[in-house]
T-cell receptor
Framework: GQNIDQPTEMTATEGAIVQINCTYQ??????LFWYQQHAGEAPTFLSY????GLEEKGRFSSFLSRSKGYSYLLLKELQMKDSASYLC?????????FGKGTRLSVIA | ETGVTQTPRHLVMGMTNKKSLKCEQH?????MYWYKQSAKKPLELMFV???????ENNSVPSRFSPECPNSSHLFLHLHTLQPEDSALYLC??????????????FGEGSRLTVL
């Protein structure tokens, strides 16, 4: 089966950097996804990692270590609009399986 | 036209009602999905239609019945639901590869309340 674990809630200050961790156990692996979901809205795609290492995309970066079953999403120069839930999802032999999501609150 | 469109956005129904949720994708994808999102729970995959083949989560009750008439349209038929079925139902589409899933594109969701 598949198991995905990420923190439930995090709080960070505007302008700061925050790292959201995700650990996973999966049967088969063909990529790890991060999605952002604002309250009352649909999840939107942020990043995709299939090889080990860091993928950078503007203020957001995502890291993957397949041997450790570990990923993180790094958000830099936090803005108030970054307050949202961040969902870690793993693709394997089945359709994407999602974690419970991490609710990030950005405060002034 | 947005990529994935769901209707209705909000639905309130009694336990004896029959209703349907509709999803339409304009992205040319070959796979469509229904996910259920409840408070403090992960997104739960309910059904997948890929190239007209259906895959389902065996834990989904039979009071939920999907229909996929073509690659662009997906329905979720609801009947004799229970209050615990109240949740956000998200439709998604992707270009499905032979193994695993490509990036999912989600609709805005249908917020269902069962009284």
């Amino acid at each position: 089966g598949q198991n995905i674990d990420q923190p439930t809630e995090m709080t960070a200050t505007e302008g700061a950097i925050v790292q959201i961790n995700c650990t996973y156990q999966t049967s088969g692996f063909n990529g790890l996804f991060w999605y952002q979901q604002h309250a009352g809205e649909a999840p939107t795609f942020l990043s995709y990692n299939v090889l080990d290492g860091l993928e950078e995309k503007g203020r957001f970066s995502s890291f993957l270590s397949r041997s450790k079953g570990y990923s993180y999403l790094l958000l830099k120069e936090l803005q108030m609009k970054d307050s949202a839930s961040y969902l870690c999802a793993v693709g394997g032999n089945t359709p994407l399986v999602f974690g419970k999501g991490t609710r990030l609150s950005v405060i002034a | 036209e947005t990529g994935v469109t769901q209707t209705p956005r909000h639905l309130v129904m009694g336990m004896t009602n029959k209703k349907s949720l509709k999803c339409e994708q304009h992205l040319g994808h070959n796979a469509m999905y229904w996910y259920k999102q409840s408070a403090k729970k992960p997104l739960e995959l309910m059904f997948v239609y890929s190239l007209e083949e259906r895959v389902e989560n065996n834990s989904v009750p039979s009071r939920f019945s999907p229909e996929c008439p073509n690659s662009s349209h997906l329905f979720l038929h609801l009947h004799t639901l229970q209050p615990e079925d109240s949740a956000l139902y998200l439709c998604a589409s992707s270009q499905r590869q032979r193994a695993g899933t490509g990036e999912l594109f989600f609709g805005e969701g249908s917020r269902l309340t069962v009284l």
